[in-house]
């Protein structure tokens, strides 16, 4: 049986999104064995979750940075992408950032944004194909996916008021931790195979040109 290279990418494609479910689904078990060591501490505030979480984020943030040295062309949208990763981790700091910076806290990591933007305007003359580029790769789904559990799901299911109408008890804090950070943990985990995937799908035939300057 031969394949086109059209056809070779597809069923690459599917094999690594295979991968990425297999690795979802043995992390959901690491979790289950975390619960059975940590018990009630498991989705504590700076608990083990809480920890991988932080991980996680930073580890997204430095996979898109260092793809800046293998694909350089896509600098505006790796900036991007690394930025929400780091605002992501810096939000996840937010107890420990409130004690070191009592008025600014987490929105320190707005700094990184900032940055995106900077390298969004230095690299302006090629920004609009690297971002159509990007909306086209099946990391972008990837990350849609991650949004969606992450906020949707996460944050508006795991509310507390939603919570207490739906059980009928006013003490549902561990159960609202249980279900928003478990929730969370595993957006972020889908950012970070995104993060791998963005290697991977993002198109390396045609090469846009950097400028630099003399």
């Known amino acids: 049986m031969f394949f086109s290279k059209a056809e070779k990418t597809i069923v690459y494609n599917v ?25 009630k501490e498991t989705f504590a505030e700076n608990g083990i979750v809480e920890g ?28 991007l992408l690394a930025s929400c990763s780091f605002l992501g981790a810096a939000r996840e700091l937010d107890k420990v950032l409130d004690e070191l910076l009592p008025v600014i806290s987490w929105r320190i ?4 944004p900032l940055i995106a933007l900077y390298m969004a ?8 194909k690297t971002l ?50 478990a929730c969370e943990v595993m957006g972020y985990l889908l950012i970070l195979l995104s993060s791998i995937e963005c290697y991977f799908s993002l198109p ?8 630099r300057k003399k």
């Open 132 to 181: 159509v580029r990007f909306f086209t790769s099946p990391s972008f789904y990837m990350m849609c996916c991650a949004m969606v559990i992450i906020i949707p799901i996460a944050q508006c299911i795991g509310h507390r008021p939603f919570v207490v109408n739906v059980l009928q008890i006013k003490d549902v804090a561990d159960i609202k931790e249980m279900f928003e950070e």
């Open 109 to 112: 990591g707005f700094i990184f």
């Open 204 to 211: 390396k035939t045609v090469k846009i040109t950097i400028r």
């Open 121 to 128: 305007w230095k690299y302006r003359y090629c920004l609009k």
């Open 52 to 79: 991988i979480q932080l991980g996680v984020l930073i580890s997204s943030g430095l996979i898109f940075l260092l793809q800046l040295f293998l694909r350089p062309e896509y600098a505006p949208v790796l900036w």
């Open 15 to 39: 094999i690594r999104q295979f991968v990425y479910f297999c690795i979802i689904l043995g992390f959901i078990f690491f979790i289950y064995h975390l619960s059975s060591i940590y018990h």
